[in-house]
């Protein structure tokens, strides 16, 4: 097991073998694909415990295997090593209980944006009668400021309104897990500061635990309560795991006062760009 260090700006947490008390485990977890020219590994070592309820990004160079990852947690792919286990029960499959959103929105552009939604609440809740699922959507639509967007379709609205959509079909079957892909990449600045903050005044409303891939330092420290920086791959695992100690609810702009708040950044940045940078990156 890797033993990490602690920083004078910030204690970092040591990523350990699972515990029976944590939510979500992810124990000694590997991932190894057949090549034509042999094995090839994603991802090695990988041990993390995740709480009920807590917010955790996922950052690191392309390659080092975050979707990897957050694919065995959601079921789409299962470890060549290890387990994943969600209230320790083992993950095999996609299920209810973990609902992704993907960059891409995932959305069905010839359903209306209230039918996107629907399509999922009535899957999940077939023993709902049409007119309570019906009013699940409709308040999930509100909850994201998507009212009065209902009845139109995807190609009638915008990237940042599609991605609510996609939020609220997640949030509207109440899913225990919520896995975010980069879900405001594809977004403009102000757009995607928006949707963050949407994102986490809904968070702090029902606390599912969340798990988000990132590749924003600043979108990290404003969201998480851990950031969990991978090492390059192939056979990338953990490399530091960062607690991040602002109070919520969070207001973006006195965080960014802190000087705690640049401490952190900058560790996060030397971790990426000076001790695990790529070789393009150190060449720059």
Not at 43 to 63: A, K, M, P, R, Y
Not at 118 to 144: C, F, T, W
Request: net charge negative; aromatic share 8%; hydrophobic share 40%.
């Amino acid at each position: 097991m890797q033993t990490l260090r602690h920083t004078a700006a910030q204690p970092i947490d040591q990523p350990m073998r699972t515990a029976p008390s944590a939510f979500l485990e992810i124990d000694n977890v590997a991932k190894i694909y057949p090549t034509k020219t042999g094995e090839y590994t994603v991802l090695e070592n990988v041990n993390l415990n995740i709480q009920q309820g807590e917010f955790i990004c996922l950052i690191g160079h392309s390659g080092c295997g975050k979707t990897t990852l957050l694919n065995m947690v959601s079921g789409f792919a299962t470890p060549t090593y290890g387990e994943v286990r969600l209230q320790g029960k083992t993950i095999t499959k996609p299920g209810p209980d973990r609902m992704v959103v993907f960059q891409g929105y995932a959305l069905l552009p010839w359903l209306t944006v209230f039918e996107n939604v629907y399509l999922a609440v009535n899957r999940v809740y077939p023993e709902k009668s049409q007119g309570e699922k019906a009013q699940i959507v409709k308040d999930h639509l509100a909850m994201v400021g998507l009212t009065e967007a209902a009845e139109k379709k995807p190609p009638q609205i915008s990237g940042g309104m599609k991605q609510r959509v996609a939020i609220a079909r997640a949030l509207s079957i109440r899913p225990e897990v919520l896995v975010l892909d980069e879900p405001f990449g594809a977004l403009d600045a102000i757009t995607k500061e928006e949707l963050q903050e949407e994102l986490l005044k809904i968070w702090n409303e029902h606390r599912c635990t969340v798990l988000m891939i990132t590749h924003d330092i600043d979108e990290a420290l404003f969201l998480a309560d851990r950031l969990v920086m991978m090492t390059n791959g192939p056979a990338a695992s953990i490399g530091e795991v960062m607690q991040i100690p602002f109070a919520r609810p969070r207001d973006r702009a006195r965080i960014m006062e802190m000087p705690e708040y640049y401490k952190l950044r900058n560790y996060a940045l030397d971790f990426l760009y000076n001790r695990f940078a790529h070789d393009d990156d150190a060449e720059k």
